[in-house]
């Protein structure tokens, strides 16, 4: 067949009732893994076996922030960096929601980086996405507190000289239950992740490294999206269960690094109830 | 996706082996073009289309002769940002039942 197997526009996807269709194409650039991540969860959702009436999606501000407008379950776009506390409202009032967070790693980790630990040492019962692009993509490629060393951004035109934030050691060092991390080319391992998560009571913490081509990839000379996704698969070496959680840094430069994902932590520890 | 480079060994019953069977469907107006359905198919089921749609992108079509080509593995579907595209059973069971 030659002719393109073009359908005609109102032909739906099988998960168009689980997001806001309406709004599809989103404003995310292409490449950009915030939407594989967003269609992960919604497959997680659909896969749970849970109702979607129960299930809630909140985010905070930024490029991920977006997640909660285009998925069609009760979704909360919280103030910059408090997606967390507004999720612990939502869930410790109600344990019979699943309460997902999706919010990037300048909003989860830099002004709600306090919100992070508290939430992670009650364990709250709360799932947490935080999708990983190491810069704030939206406000144009600033330096943010996962930018690994020697990485630019317009606040860092030489290369950041900071120590970044390792998310999975600070999630476990905090008492996270589930600690994950996985890139959006492991669709299906982090979408088991979320679903593990989703069954789970506690803090579950899943990072996703996302590449971000306008912002991030642009200016440390990565490609395309496409390219920095090549990266991930050159790099990337499964380790589950991985014990040395401190030494996972990621080091974006040097490209003979490793970069390490996989499910690490999966620890039964009473979670927090009002 | 790590190790898949190379097939050691080859199953003694390939032969039997009820291999899936896909069909695809694209909704051209979402694509962005992020080319992750074309270069990750197994199968290299998809290509470019000559043309663009509303927004000036090139979306994936069906290779010249792969239009039964697809193995069902979705891939395409799983890693698609914009929910452009997915695959549906196309066995003979399928179609049957």
Known sequence: MSTPQQDDFAVVHPFDHLMRADRLPHILCGGCGIGTVIHGYVRAVSESGVDPDRHVC??????????????????????????????LGIAVHNPELKVTVISGDGDLMAI????????ARRNVNLNVICINNFNYGMTGGQVGPTTPIGAKGTTAPQGSIEHPFNLPYLAKACGASLVARWTILHVRQFTDAVLRSMDKD?????????????????????????????????????????????????????????????N??????????? | MNSADSVARKPMDLAQADVPRGEVHIV????????????????????????????GYHYPMIAEGKAEACVLCKFCDLICPELAIHTTDASDEAQGS
């Open chain 1, 58 to 87: 909140v985010s905070g501000i930024g490029c991920s922030g977006r997640a909660a407008g285009y998925v069609n379950v009760d979704s909360y776009h919280s103030t910059h960096g408090r997606a967390l506390p507004f999720a």
């Open chain 1, 112 to 119: 709600g980086g306090n919100h992070f630990i508290h939430a």
């Open chain 1, 202 to 262: 506690g803090f579950c913490f899943t990072e996703v490294l996302s590449p971000c081509p306008t912002s991030f990839g642009r200016r440390n000379k990565l490609g395309e999206g496409l390219d920095e996704v090549e990266m991930y698969r050159e790099r990337c070496h499964i380790e589950n269960g991985a014990q040395n959680l401190e030494e996972l840094d990621i080091d974006i430069v040097d490209h003979e690094q490793p970069i390490t994902v996989g």
């Open chain 1, 264 to 274: 690490f932590v999966d620890i039964e520890r009473s979670a927090f109830h009002a």
């Open chain 2, 28 to 55: 051209a107006e979402r694509c962005k073009e992020c080319s992750y359905c074309i270069v990750y198919c197994p199968e290299d089921v998809l290509v470019y289309t000559e043309e663009t749609n509303a927004k």
